[in-house]
Every structure is written in C-alpha cells, then in structure tokens.
C-alpha cells in the first residue's frame, strides 16, 4: 500500500500582517515616525485622540498598519502596559 502521507494535502499559514500583535503594529509604527522625524508620541496620541490617519506617515506601511487596530483597542493595550509594568516597579 502506498504511504498515506503522500496522499494528503498539507496547510502551509503564513504569518499575515492580519495576525500581527497589537504591539508589534504600534513597534513598527513608532519605529517608522522615528525614522520619518517626528515626535512618534505626539503623533500617536493626535491619532489617538482624533482619529485621523494623516497624524501616522505612510512609511513603513505604518498607516495601513495602525488603521488595521481599534482605537479603543489599542488604548486598552496602552492602558494595560502601563499599569502593569508599574505594577512590577512596585513589587521590586
């Protein structure tokens, strides 16, 4: 009998910029207004808290990139990095 190993198709998934993690986007985000020159907290919290794209430079795909997260989203990851990692401070 022939292998049954040879007769199954196999999944191959990439990694989509779909499934990237919300602090990878907001890394590669950052990184890119960096490298563009400007202020990358200032920006973000511009987009932040108006909700335009034109605060976030097209380079490094970043625009594309951060319209893919919810605002609301993405300031609960920043909320929650934040208490944490203060959190751990305290505990040292």
Known sequence: MANDTFDQTMMFQAKTEDELATSDILRTVYEALKEKGYNPINQLVGYLLSGDPAY?????????????????????????????????????
């Not at 920043?78 to 040292?92: I, T």
């Open 56 to 92: 976030i430079t097209s380079h490094k795909n970043a625009r594309s990139l951060i319209r893919r997260l919810e605002r609301d989203d993405l300031l609960e990851e920043l909320v929650r990095f934040y208490l944490e990692s203060h959190d751990e401070e305290k505990s040292q």
